[in-house]
């Protein structure tokens, strides 16, 4: 009995990760997309964390479960991928910074009872910041760490495609506009499907009519982390956004890839272009000064001349993620991860899968996954 096909729209970090962990459930795969490289998903920060996340505007307790049970088999997933070669996945120290102690605020508290029993190497301590080089002038009073994947988007995405592509899902380059859910018929009988997994982040403001929808600007500048400007930066170094205050004061330094580091902290609601970089755009240039002012150590950094700047917006859904069937439809819903698509990949698969079975009342076999 041939196995039902289903058609995934988008190919950025989620649309990728859904399309191949439902070849990998038995079904046949189609996936669709406006182009295939690169995807805003590049432009990530990509660091591994426990909702919510640095860049995280979502306190609402329910929406935070639902996170948290999406990430945790996000962290298994990438633990196992970054014992392999090529994948883009690194496992490394995270160190997060507050200004008030952790006891004293009870989102962060809570947090970290929850936190410290899904990873590695977990530490709570507050003389982390003097022992990671932190200036005494930040007013950091208290931190925790832990063992964290960070992803390389770049060498990642490149190695996700190829699994999709092994595994047998047929890639297409088309452009969809209007709603999906008044053209289903349509889509179902061209692409010869049954479902459909929409995961197109900001195009489902058009594709599922979603007003709750709207973009988040971010940037990352990329320096050089070989040691020969500065001492090498093997951990990553983070201060939350105080979602109370309406300025930037996130802090965000990750080491990507062997060679790399990437500088961020910026969060722009409601702006479209990507054409701002260092030199004609103010915020740019403070989250750097912001950065430096952090952790010293930066002040002889060396922009890569390769790519100095990388913008990209970020799909934030005030409602939170919209993982779910569109009733009376065919359709399931995968988008509006935010900031924390490379964290929540994994677990909104699984789950994604599981509402395409259940939708479909299948039991699909298992097929061989590509090593």
Not at 96 to 123: Q, S
Request: proline share 6%.
């Amino acid at each position: 009995m041939a196995q039902a096909r289903v058609l995934v729209i988008g190919a950025g970090v989620i649309g990728l990760t859904t399309a191949l962990s439902l070849r990998q459930e038995g079904f046949e795969v189609v996936v669709i997309a406006d182009n295939f490289a690169p995807t805003t998903s590049v432009a990530a920060g990509a660091l591994w964390e426990w909702p919510p996340s640095v860049c995280g505007s979502h306190y609402d307790e329910a929406l935070l479960n639902r996170s948290q049970a999406w990430c945790a088999p996000s962290y298994r997933k990438f633990s196992e991928l970054a014992q392999g070669t090529n994948t883009g996945v690194f496992l490394r120290p995270a160190t997060f910074y507050f200004r008030i102690p952790v006891r004293d605020n009870p989102n962060e508290l809570g947090k970290t009872l929850k936190l410290r029993t899904h990873v590695a190497g977990f530490l709570h301590a507050p003389e982390l910041a003097e022992r990671n080089g932190v200036s005494p002038h930040a007013g950091v009073v208290d931190a925790y760490t832990y063992v964290a994947p960070m992803i390389d988007t770049d060498a990642y995405l490149d190695w996700l495609r190829l699994q999709v592509t092994q595994t047998g899902c047929e890639l297409l380059e088309r452009h969809i506009s209007g709603s999906l859910a008044e053209q289903q018929r349509t889509l179902l009988t061209s692409f010869r499907a049954e479902a459909i997994a929409n995961c197109t982040g900001l195009g489902s403001q058009e594709l599922a009519t979603d007003r709750h929808l709207a973009p988040h600007r971010g940037a990352l500048i990329f320096v050089r982390n070989d040691g020969t400007h500065m001492p090498r930066v093997n951990g990553a170094h983070c201060i939350a956004h105080d979602t109370a205050q309406d300025r930037q004061d996130m802090v965000f330094i990750v080491p990507r890839g062997e060679n790399q580091l990437v500088l961020g902290g910026l969060i722009e609601p409601d702006e479209w272009t990507l054409e701002v970089d260092l030199q004609n755009h103010p915020p740019i240039r403070e989250m750097l000064q912001r950065c430096v002012d952090f952790l010293p150590i930066l002040a002889n950094a060396q922009l890569d001349e390769r790519e100095p700047v990388r913008v990209g917006l970020r799909p934030f859904r005030g409602s939170g993620v919209r993982l779910e069937r569109e009733p009376g439809t065919r359709i399931i819903h995968n988008y509006g991860h935010g900031g924390s698509g490379f964290t929540l990949s994994w677990g909104c698969a699984f789950e994604a899968v599981g509402l395409v079975t259940q939708m479909l009342d299948l039991q699909p076999r298992v097929i061989a996954r590509p090593s």
